[in-house]
């Protein structure tokens, strides 16, 4: 779709709300679909849209990719539902891109990063970002069940291609149940991976009691910590305060707040 959105979009950002036609769906699992859109922002690995469908509803979601723009869309109600049932040619209204990114200390770094559920939508962007320039990196991928787990074989798809470069990728799948990986909490397998070595850095997205569990685990080895905070953010420019968070609004200082 060319037209006056796409030229403003190209430019740097969509204040308001733009159609942008759906490229292609591929779907993840029983209930995960991502999205391909015919849309390029300038955007960071770990800035948020807002999508909006007419007359229904608005709601935010992590950027897989910014070129072209692709979104993880779990279907957790109804507005969720109505996007899976959406194909190429329909349109989706976009806004954005919102909220801070994660940032490299610098190069040369061991790095870890921890997805709970579909937060790992985006560490995706981000490991493709750094890959070339960490020294490690190790990604663990969390999930209630092995049906859960998303976004495994895009990682395995990168360390083959990172291992052709002589970069070192590794990536760890846990499940509470014991279905698929290793059997318990994203947690328990980074104070594993945490005691057998040594990192710089944790880059983390997934639900508050996750986060808040990887910041202790970090807090007390001193490692630094850069994590992205799931809210419900309506308006994403700081106005209705939904999204506060100990002080911080995170549509505005988040979603990705550094610690340590």
């Given at each position: 779709m060319s037209n006056f959105f796409d030229r403003s979009a190209q430019s740097g950002a969509l204040s308001l709300p733009a159609p942008f036609e759906i490229l292609s769906v591929e779907t993840d699992n029983y209930r995960t679909k991502t999205f391909t859109l015919d849309l390029n922002l300038n955007?960071?690995?770990?800035?948020?849209?807002?999508?909006w469908l007419p007359r229904f509803d608005e709601k935010p979601f992590s950027l897989v990719a910014s070129d072209p723009v692709t979104l993880m869309v779990t279907a957790v109600g109804p507005f969720t539902n109505l996007l899976h049932g959406m194909g190429p040619g329909d349109l989706?209204?976009?806004?954005?891109?919102?909220?801070?990114?994660?940032?490299?200390?610098?190069?040369?770094?061991?790095?870890?990063?921890?997805?709970?559920?579909?937060?790992?939508?985006?560490?995706l962007w981000l490991a493709r970002a750094w890959r070339r320039q960490l020294e490690e990196l190790t990604v663990i991928i969390g999930a209630g069940e092995g049906a859960d787990l998303l976004y495994v074989d895009r990682f395995n798809a990168l360390r083959r291609e990172a291992k052709s470069n002589a970069t070192r990728i590794e990536v760890l799948t846990c499940t509470e149940d014991g279905s698929a990986g290793s059997r318990g909490l994203v947690t328990d397998?980074?104070?594993?991976?945490?005691?057998?070595?040594?990192?710089?850095?944790?880059?983390?997205?997934?639900?508050?009691?996750?986060?808040?569990?990887?910041?202790?685990?970090?807090?007390?080895?001193?490692?630094?910590?850069?994590?992205s905070w799931e809210a419900y953010m309506r308006c994403a420019i700081g106005i209705c305060g939904s999204c506060e968070l100990n002080g911080s609004v995170l549509c505005l200082d988040g979603p990705v707040l550094e610690h340590g």
């Open positions: 955007a960071l690995p770990g800035q948020f849209v807002m999508a989706i209204w976009i806004r954005g891109p919102f909220g801070t990114s994660f940032r490299l200390p610098g190069p040369g770094l061991r790095a870890t990063f921890v997805g709970g559920g579909y937060g790992v939508a985006p560490l397998l980074l104070s594993n991976s945490l005691n057998c070595g040594e990192t710089d850095l944790l880059c983390a997205c997934g639900p508050h009691g996750m986060l808040t569990a990887i910041d202790s685990l970090g807090e007390e080895r001193n490692i630094a910590r850069q994590l």
